[in-house]
């Protein structure tokens, strides 16, 4: 009786890690694709973007965040894309799918400057 019990526990101990593995395997699949579609955060607070500048491979979603009390816009200077108003914590996002430097700019604060740099 008490050696069928512990038999049925540790087929339940093994149930669980093996299906913690698969899930945790799962995961990481999930993770690694989501490199190859990579994705890069810009926060604007403060009247800046942060980081001012980032390379990114061609391909990247880059989203900017606008974490100030303020209204911004992310407006490309070579007209490539641009937001609407941003209010605090909207978010615009834009696909880079071609290599080169994307500089951009606020166009209600035209001083607050920023620069996408997009890599083969
Ligand atoms: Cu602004």
């Known amino acids: 009786m008490r050696r069928s019990v512990r038999i049925a526990n540790t087929a339940v101990i093994a149930l669980i890690f093996f299906g913690g593995g698969a899930v945790k395997q799962s995961s990481f699949a999930a993770r690694a694709q989501q490199k190859t579609a990579s994705a ?3 926060k604007i607070d403060n009247f800046s973007f942060g980081p001012a500048a980032i390379t990114v491979p061609v391909g990247t979603t880059v989203t900017w965040t606008n974490r100030d009390d303020i209204p911004h816009t992310v407006v490309s200077t070579d007209k490539v894309f641009k ?34 740099v997009v890599t083969n």
Do not use: N, Q, R, W
């Open 83 to 116: 937001s609407k108003v941003l209010d605090t914590d909207e978010k615009f996002s834009y696909t880079f799918d071609k290599p080169g430097e994307y500089p951009y700019f606020c166009s209600i604060h035209p001083k607050m400057t920023g620069k996408v």
């Open 40 to 42: 890069a955060e810009v």
